[in-house]
Structure formats: C-alpha cells, structure tokens
C-alpha cells in the first residue's frame, strides 16, 4: 500500500511569492491535514480537510489556504511569503470516521529567502 | 503556556537501556494520546496510540496515560541504536486529525 506523497521535496522561495504545497493521501483515506513544523514551535495544526471540506482550522494567518479534490488529494497554498513561513509543511492522512491513526508524508521543506 | 509540554532533551543512554520519555499537558478535554518518532529528514511515524488512561504495550515500547495526572510517558525496553530519533508525543480531545503535539525529545542510543 503506497503511503502518504508529498510534493515536491523542496522549494525555496523568495519573500513575497506565493507557494503552492500537494499532498496525495493513501488509497481510501478521506481526510488529509496539513501541519507546519519550525524548531522552535514543533508540530503546529494548520487545517483538515474531509471529503472535500475544511473540518477544523488551525491559527494561521488568512494567507495559509487549502482545498481537497474529489480524490481525496490536497493542496495547500501560502501566498505573499515571509520568512517566518520557512519550515517543514507535513501532510497527515486517516481515513476520516471516528478516532484513528493519522499517518505522515515526508513533508515538503520551505525555505523563504 | 503551551497546551502540552515536552523535555526535548538531548537524552542519551547506552544500548539496551530503559528509556522514559514524558510529556504534560493542560487541557484536560485530551482523550487521544499517540506517540510518534521522526528520524531526521522524514515524516512522524506513528509508534501507539491509546484512548483515555491506561497502558498499552507493543513489543519493546509501552505507553501510559494518567489523566488525573495530566501526563503521558512512553517506556523503551532494551533500547538499540535504531531507535535514535525525535520523539512526539500527541493529543486530541475528539476524534480526527486535529492533534497538539509536544516539541519533541532528541533521543541518542549509543551502541
């Protein structure tokens, strides 16, 4: 079973672009999230998407945005970058219905120079 | 105050011992707790999971939850060098992907 993709592996950007971030989860999964990691915040929640659906929102600016595609892909999107924006973004997929385990891609790792 | 807590560490033991990694956290609404592991340049791995207080064990790794406590604690048996990484601890209080997670403990096994 193919795991969580996410792409591309690396970007760097400069101050004021806009990115755009993809996540494929596994076969069947529903639910995709997205999460920014830095050293000194760790792990922090940005959005859920569910079967289409932005189910919870983290506290992020306006500028962090995402949407999910009838297959279950997702993208996510941070527009007008800042340097404060370079981090690991990871992609947690679960197939959506009740409590289960959430499953990581290898993230995609910003740089805003 | 953040909402869960964790030592990062660095902690560094030798081959084969007991490893304790703990974490705390505030909001009592918590019912969800995983621990995860990350290896350096790679994704969260998911170790266990456990629903509300208890122990869960699997093979050489044993998670506890005490509520009452506010605190969760994973037990690495017989550690090996494999085994060297960050570990996260995380929580949720419903069901979904929605998880707070500790900063990470950087563990070294030294063989």
């Known amino acids: 079973k193919a795991g969580v993709t996410q792409t591309p592996r690396y970007l760097i950007k400069t101050r004021g672009q806009q990115v755009t971030l993809s996540c494929s989860p596994i076969?069947?999964?529903?639910?995709v999230s997205w999460y920014q990691q830095t050293p000194g915040q760790g792990l922090q929640f940005l959005f859920e998407?569910?079967?289409?659906?932005?189910?919870n929102k983290g506290n992020f600016p306006g500028r962090f945005s995402g949407r999910q595609f009838s297959n279950s892909r997702s993208e996510m999107n941070v527009s007008t970058l800042e340097l404060g924006d370079s981090a690991l973004y990871l992609c947690a997929s679960s197939p959506g219905q009740g409590f289960t385990e959430a499953f990581f891609g290898q993230g995609t790792r910003l740089t805003v120079v | 105050q953040k909402e869960v807590e964790q030592d990062p560490g660095p902690l560094s033991v030798p081959e084969g011992a007991i490893v304790s990694l703990n974490c705390t956290y505030s909001n009592s609404a918590f019912q969800y707790f995983m621990w995860y592991r990350q290896y350096s340049r790679k994704g969260p791995e998911l170790l266990m999971y456990t629903y509300s207080s208890g122990n869960k064990e699997d093979g050489r790794f044993t998670a506890q939850v005490d509520k009452s406590s506010k605190y969760i604690s994973l037990f690495i048996r017989d550690s090996q060098p494999s085994d060297s990484a960050t570990y996260l601890c995380a929580m949720s209080v419903v069901p979904g992907n929605q998880f707070y997670f500790g900063t990470g403990t950087s563990l070294t096994v030294i063989p």
């Open positions: 998407y569910f079967s289409e659906t932005q189910r």
């Open positions: 076969s069947g999964h529903r639910s």
